[in-house]
């Protein structure tokens, strides 16, 4: 068992502590500071063996493992006047954030970083984590699950795949602008789409097929399904995308 402690009190933060009171490691005490306060105290109020500290150092010097979850831009104002003790760990959520300078700023030499996204709260995140780490991994794995990375590339890889969500929706809206668009009630076509988009959401999920096998299976040769494919590759829709995560990845990397 390990005492975890998270300073910076948001929605990353609240979605882990209520997904591990669902797990495996619900028993785990959880210190949190007291920014956001509505939030932090909501989440000592509704679970157990959750508290909230005074302030940050607080969080620090009642924890063994401290999760940063500030936002990118307070990261340093927050973390560098912290004192944290040689045998704790540090699992840093802050997105870009390099491991090096975190550990300048803490002297400390047990540190993790980690992508989350908010669907550990159901236990069903798989997050990446860098360098691989036990404890992280154990963490993450009651989460729904732990990639172990020890390429920081790799690493960057994943951030910037997670930033296909809001394209993965504006498909899903640019396919009902179109439909509205050619006389569909918006409501109807919101209906169709969102259980036409799920549904393939639990395909994948479920079945064990590669994802050339589950494009192949869901396209008839010479039939509709691989026309739509076909032209949006030939519109450089494949191009789109994969300039898309060069730029991003870039960008996590700050050469853009
Ligand atoms: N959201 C995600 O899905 C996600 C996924 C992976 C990683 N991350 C990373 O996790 C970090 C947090 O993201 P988030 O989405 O949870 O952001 P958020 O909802 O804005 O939470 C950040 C929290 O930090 C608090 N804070 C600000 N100054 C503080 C201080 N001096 N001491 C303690 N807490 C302070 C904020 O309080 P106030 O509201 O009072 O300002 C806020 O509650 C970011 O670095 C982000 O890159 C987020």
């Known amino acids: 068992m390990h005492r975890l402690g998270f300073v910076g009190t948001g929605t990353i933060t609240a979605a882990i502590v209520r997904g591990l009171k669902r797990s495996d490691l619900a028993s785990w005490p959880v210190v949190l500071s007291p920014r956001n306060t509505t939030l932090s105290m909501e989440l000592a109020s509704s679970l157990p063996g959750v508290t909230v500290a005074a302030d940050n150092q607080k969080v620090v010097d009642q924890s063994d493992?401290?999760?940063?979850?500030?936002r990118p831009q307070d990261a340093e104002d927050v973390v560098r006047p912290l004192r944290f003790r040689q045998d704790q760990h540090i699992i840093s959520l802050v997105a870009a954030l390099d491991i090096d300078v975190i550990r300048h700023w803490t002297g400390a030499s047990s540190i993790t970083r980690a992508i989350p996204l908010t669907f550990v709260e159901q236990r069903v995140g798989v997050t990446p984590i860098m360098p691989p780490d036990a404890t992280a991994a154990e963490i993450f794995r009651a989460l729904g699950g732990c990639i172990e990375v020890a390429d920081l590339n790799?690493?960057?890889?994943?951030?910037?795949?997670s930033a296909l969500m809001g394209t993965y929706f504006g498909i899903i809206e640019a396919a009902q602008d179109w439909l509205v668009a050619n006389g569909l009630?918006?409501?109807?076509?919101?209906?169709?789409l969102r259980n036409l988009f799920g549904s393939l959401g639990d395909v994948l999920r479920e079945r064990p097929?590669?994802?050339?096998?589950?494009?192949?299976?869901?396209?008839?040769?010479?039939?509709?399904?691989?026309?739509v494919f076909l032209r949006f590759i030939e519109a450089g829709g494949g191009s789109a995308l994969d300039g898309g995560?060069?730029?991003?990845?870039?960008?996590?990397?700050g050469r853009g």
């Open 65 to 70: 493992v401290v999760f940063l979850a500030v």
């Open 154 to 161: 790799a690493f960057d890889g994943y951030a910037a795949a």
């Open 185 to 192: 009630k918006e409501s109807d076509a919101d209906l169709y």
């Open 209 to 227: 097929h590669s994802l050339r096998e589950l494009r192949s299976s869901h396209s008839t040769r010479g039939g509709l399904n691989e026309h």
């Open 245 to 253: 995560l060069t730029s991003v990845l870039a960008r996590i990397q």
